[in-house]
């Protein structure tokens, strides 16, 4: 590990005015970025920590939706009577993520920013794409948990559980920029390998997540969040599909489905959205709508198992929505 300065600043201004350097790097909880650092896969020369800044953490209702500070710990976002009463999605996803201790520590802005988990990235010794090589080497690699989706030059999953729920709740961000704030939907916030291989995101260097906002839920809207994971204590998702519709009847309107653990970005169904539009929801429509939304999924050598997963997923996330019995 090597030794960096720890900026302390006071203000969010402060920040958004540093230099754009590669060298100076963002701290909410450090749940993340302490393990980079320890583990030698990115070297600072500055550590800017975030929690020296009064009011970025704050969950607050209002007419155009509910607005969270990047400060918020997910506790706290797990925990908020108005998310879990009208975002279910998102409540089960904070609750799925990571540990009650690593919950308690990390934050939203920290989750949507965090680095990818591929075993050949945050290994100091390989020199992948991601880190300015000429290969990836998961592609002839080890490759079960990567990408089926969108991968190209780089498969890795994008980890956070938050991301595929807030898209799927159409949020959107405040940038703090130096030239002030500025606003994106979330699921724009996200860029694909191809566009840059060494980032996951749209910030730029002096950059920073200030707010999400939630807008109002619907009248009739109905969520949820399914993680799998391969262990029953804490774990990345293997697959997870968040979902968030209006049901009436047997019937959904406004659907929209994200996908997390099978692309570099949260992967929005929107094929399937479209075809479930207005359609009677029964068990072998959706999963044939699913099926044929992962028809465009191209595994590698050892993850094929995660197209079938993935359908699997969205249709038990769907029927478990529907008026009636459930699966
Ligand atoms: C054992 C373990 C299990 C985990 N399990 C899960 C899981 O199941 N699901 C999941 O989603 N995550 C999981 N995580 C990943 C992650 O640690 C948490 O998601 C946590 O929310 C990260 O938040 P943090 O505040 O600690 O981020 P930090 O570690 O402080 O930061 C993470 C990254 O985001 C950047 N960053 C932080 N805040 C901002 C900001 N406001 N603007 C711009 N950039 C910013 C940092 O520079 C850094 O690159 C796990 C981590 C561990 C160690
Ligand atoms: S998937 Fe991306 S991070 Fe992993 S080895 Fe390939 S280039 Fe590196």
Known sequence: MNNFKLAQPQNIEQVASLPPDKKVVLMAGGTDLLDEIKNEVIHPDVVVDLNTIPGLAYINSTDDGVHVGVMTRISKLAEDATIQANFP???????????????????????????????????????????????????????????????????????????????????????????????VALEKFYTLPRDNVRKENILKPNEILKEVRIPRAKDGAKSTYLKL??????????????????????????????????????????????????????????????????????????????????????TRAILSLREGPRP
Request: aromatic content about 6%; proline content about 4%.
């Open 229 to 314: 994971k391969e262990r029953g204590t804490w774990d990345f998702a293997v697959v997870s599909a968040a979902v968030n519709g209006i049901a009436s009847g047997n019937t959904f309107q406004d659907i929209r489905i994200v996908l997390g653990g099978v692309a570099p970005v949260p992967w929005r169904l929107e094929k399937a959205e479209k075809a479930l539009f207005g359609k009677r929801i029964t068990e072998e429509v959706v999963k044939r709508i699913a099926q044929d939304a992962l028809a465009d999924a191209r595994p590698l050598e050892e993850n094929a198992y995660k197209q079938e997963l993935a359908a699997t997923v969205v």
């Open 89 to 183: 999605v998102l409540h089960e996803a904070a609750l799925s993520l990571a540990t009650p201790q690593l919950r308690n520590v990390g934050t939203v802005g920290g989750n949507l920013c965090q680095r990818p988990r591929c075993w050949y990235y945050r290994d100091p010794q390989v020199e992948c794409r991601k880190k300015g090589g000429s290969r990836c080497f998961a592609i002839r690699g080890r490759n079960r948990y990567h990408a089926i989706l969108g991968g190209s030059i780089c498969h890795i999953v994008y980890p956070s559980d938050l991301a595929p729920a807030l898209i799927s709740l159409d949020s959107e961000v405040t940038i703090a920029t130096i030239e002030g704030d500025k606003k």
